[in-house]
């Protein structure tokens, strides 16, 4: 969706997940040359495998994460990190990009991401030029506080010119990604008594927020919840991190509702730019699994060029800068840094 959007061409050669639901959405819409059920099953050093220019993967992030048992790489799904390691060695395209959690940086002292680190260095006996940097999405367009660590390589014999992770912009309310106000909603419109952990949520802190002062039902705030009350979170003007376990969509203050599959769709720098052939909670968990467009579209606008992967005549458009530069004072306003050396090669199949 990010190419699409940047205009490139492309091959979409492979994809792998072991989720049917995601499978059925992907061969629907973006239907690769081939299909993988399970990457760890998945022979790499077969002709039968395709090589790519580009491989962009997000290994499981349960292991690492601080909502999981952070049982590192001693949990089986920890090891898919080097299933994708052993498709780099084989096939080496030309760049790849690899996101996981934050906590992937501090797990067990540090030691986990140095390990991934050194893995990721020794491919091809130092092939890769290899960056890293933690970003969120609220810093590059949209308003989810969902900070990732993610990793680029570009392998040396391809590098054009210096790849540049993107620089942050100005911070955007959670209003631009939600549908219009038709009436302002009641104290009286909470989530269902069945549901009741949503509802106490809910109720609870609409009444702390009034307390406090704030008037929830005007100004918007996102409340996670379905938590559990000692985890229970809420934010002004931006939401929570998406996450697959909250396929259901917080609940938003300022309509007496919950998110729908449009507003988490545009909270991860999305639009409804396909079919759904899945129930809204199936893809509200896939939403919440995915990797943030806005961060996918401005990474490869720096590494498209860096990789040797797009041609001179092919410059890549940044909505993202450039919406925050339309948005900015014209004192603050500054022009976007742009490849160097950009390739006089035409974009290839990624």
């Given at each position: 969706m990010?190419?699409?959007?940047?205009?490139?061409?492309?091959?979409?050669m492979?994809s792998c997940?072991?989720?049917?639901?995601?499978k059925?959405?992907i061969l629907?819409n973006f239907?690769?040359?081939?299909w993988?059920?399970?990457l760890?099953t998945?022979?790499?050093n077969a002709?039968s495998?395709?090589?790519?220019d580009?491989?962009?993967?997000g290994?499981?992030?349960?292991?690492f994460?601080a909502a999981g048992?952070q049982k590192?790489f001693?949990?089986?799904?920890?090891?898919v990190f080097?299933?994708?390691c052993?498709?780099?060695e084989?096939?080496?395209p030309?760049?790849f990009?690899?996101?996981?959690?934050k906590?992937?940086?501090?797990h067990?002292?540090?030691?986990?991401?140095?390990?991934?680190?050194h893995?990721?260095?020794?491919?091809?006996?130092?092939a890769?030029?290899i960056?890293?940097?933690?970003?969120?999405?609220?810093?590059?367009?949209?308003p989810?506080s969902?900070?990732?660590?993610?990793?680029i390589?570009i392998?040396?014999d391809?590098k054009?010119?210096n790849?540049?992770?993107?620089?942050?912009?100005?911070?955007?309310?959670?209003d631009?990604?939600?549908?219009?106000?038709?009436?302002?909603p009641?104290?009286e419109?909470?989530?269902p008594k069945?549901?009741?952990?949503?509802?106490?949520?809910v109720?609870?802190?609409?009444?702390?927020?009034?307390?406090?002062g704030v008037?929830?039902?005007?100004?918007?705030?996102i409340i996670d919840c379905d938590?559990?009350?000692a985890?229970?979170?809420?934010?002004?003007?931006?939401?929570?991190?998406?996450?697959k376990?909250r396929?259901?969509g917080?609940?938003?203050t300022?309509?007496?509702?919950?998110?729908?599959?449009?507003e988490m769709l545009?909270?991860?720098?999305?639009?409804?730019s396909f079919?759904?052939?899945?129930?809204?909670?199936q893809?509200?968990?896939?939403?919440?699994?995915?990797?943030?467009?806005?961060?996918?579209?401005?990474?490869?606008?720096k590494?498209?060029?860096a990789?040797?992967l797009?041609?001179?005549?092919?410059p890549?458009h940044?909505?993202w800068?450039?919406?925050?530069r339309?948005?900015?004072?014209?004192?603050?306003?500054?022009?976007?840094?742009?490849?160097?050396?950009p390739s006089?090669k035409?974009?290839?199949?990624?």
């Amino acid at each position: 969706m990010g190419l699409i959007k940047l205009k490139v061409p492309y091959e979409h050669m492979f994809s792998c997940d072991i989720d049917r639901h995601v499978k059925t959405q992907i061969l629907k819409n973006f239907p690769p040359k081939k299909w993988y059920d399970d990457l760890m099953t998945r022979d790499n050093n077969a002709a039968s495998t395709p090589a790519v220019d580009i491989y962009l993967a997000g290994f499981p992030c349960q292991p690492f994460s601080a909502a999981g048992l952070q049982k590192g790489f001693k949990d089986k799904r920890g090891m898919v990190f080097y299933g994708c390691c052993d498709y780099i060695e084989s096939k080496l395209p030309r760049a790849f990009i690899l996101e996981n959690v934050k906590r992937l940086i501090s797990h067990d002292g540090g030691n986990t991401f140095e390990q991934i680190m050194h893995s990721l260095k020794g491919i091809g006996g130092g092939a890769y030029e290899i960056q890293t940097k933690l970003l969120s999405s609220q810093d590059h367009g949209v308003p989810q506080s969902r900070p990732r660590i993610y990793i680029i390589g570009i392998r040396k014999d391809c590098k054009q010119c210096n790849f540049e992770f993107p620089e942050p912009v100005a911070r955007v309310s959670i209003d631009t990604c939600l549908d219009p106000v038709k009436r302002k909603p009641t104290l009286e419109e909470l989530p269902p008594k069945t549901n009741k952990t949503a509802y106490n949520n809910v109720r609870q802190v609409l009444k702390d927020l009034i307390a406090e002062g704030v008037k929830p039902l005007a100004k918007t705030h996102i409340i996670d919840c379905d938590a559990s009350p000692a985890f229970r979170s809420v934010m002004r003007d931006r939401t929570m991190c998406m996450t697959k376990s909250r396929a259901s969509g917080f609940w938003v203050t300022s309509r007496g509702r919950r998110m729908n599959v449009d507003e988490m769709l545009r909270c991860q720098g999305m639009q409804r730019s396909f079919k759904q052939v899945v129930s809204d909670r199936q893809l509200g968990a896939q939403i919440g699994n995915a990797m943030s467009q806005n961060i996918i579209e401005r990474l490869l606008v720096k590494l498209l060029p860096a990789a040797g992967l797009v041609s001179q005549d092919q410059p890549l458009h940044d909505r993202w800068a450039a919406a925050a530069r339309r948005a900015a004072p014209a004192s603050k306003r500054s022009a976007s840094s742009s490849c160097d050396r950009p390739s006089k090669k035409r974009a290839r199949k990624a």
